[in-house]
């Protein structure tokens, strides 16, 4: 079992001191991909850096602004270019003179019945790209950018090497796991960017959504056995008949919200194509949401 963690105090639009170095404010977009909304991360004390800005929500550029009054934004990180996390990088850019920094890589569209999380943001542009990783300074922090595709192709964690702390944006959250959408979500990728951050033993994890992490090295232990027991409930699901991925999600996430099933679907095909790809399952053609699954023979 994954130890969430769900208990957050915040108000809309305040500042609260999380950590010496992070300040945090919560956008008002609460939702079922995003929890009670997109955690704004501001980080260290006079020229400071912002990760993910969020939705573009005038209220919440303004609390940003608010928050940081007399002190100097001089970098911008986004994790991944989705529109929870994004759009408000470039007003808050233009507004404060920052560098946006992520990696410029465009993930592949996501084309499908459902809208994931709150879609794409498609015209997000990255002033710096980062795609390999890198570290920055400011006065009193150092951030390093970890590519940990998975998610999305683009996706980047920020480690604040001061308090051997991860902003691990979707990759890791506290309140719920990730959505892995192919083709630009890739779950052999996504494990290996887990066993990456299990590798840095973190003192805690600071997602996008939700409160911190803060016992790493069991709860990313538990993320990654939470997905191995998900490819073996899918072997067990087409061994005894099933072989379609629509007819398998509501057995599969009995647990969960059923406006989550869409997405959910997108999960279990993730893992049917890295399943398919290392030649535990067979399918015709290529692996869709509509492909008849089978176990090689
Ligand atoms: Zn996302």
Partial sequence: ?????????????????????????????????????????????????????????????EAILAATAGERITHIFVTHNHADHS???????????????????????????????????????????????????GGDWTLEAIPTPGHTSNHICYALLEENALFSGDHIMGWSTTVISPPDGDMGDYFQ???????????????????????????VQAYIDHRRTREKQILAALAGGHTRIKALVPD?????????????????????????????????GEPTLDSDYRLPT
Wanted: contains cysteine; hydrophobic residues 35%; proline residues 9%.
């Fill in 252 to 284: 599969l996430y009995k647990d969960v919200d059923s406006r989550l099933y869409p997405a959910a679907a997108h999960s279990v095909m993730a893992h049917m194509v890295q399943m398919v790809r290392d030649g535990r399952l067979v399918t015709d």
């Fill in 193 to 219: 960017s887990l066993e990456t951050i299990k590798a840095r033993d973190f003192s805690t994890l600071w997602p996008t959504h939700g409160p911190p992490i803060t016992d790493p090295a069991p709860f």
């Fill in 1 to 61: 079992m994954i130890p969430f963690v769900r208990e957050i105090e915040f108000e809309y639009g305040a500042c609260d001191r999380v950590s010496p170095l992070i300040r945090r404010v919560v956008a008002r977009n609460p939702g079922p991909f995003t929890f009670k909304g997109t955690g704004t991360y501001i980080v260290g004390t006079g020229d400071v850096a912002v990760i993910d800005p969020g939705p573009d929500l005038d209220e919440h550029l």
């Fill in 87 to 137: 759009p408000l990088a470039r007003p808050l850019s233009e507004r404060t003179g920052a560098t946006i920094y992520a990696c410029a890589k465009q993930g592949v569209p996501t084309e499908s019945e459902v809208r994931m999380e709150a879609g794409d943001d498609r015209n997000f542009r990255p002033d710096v790209g980062l795609c390999d990783g890198g570290v920055f300074r």
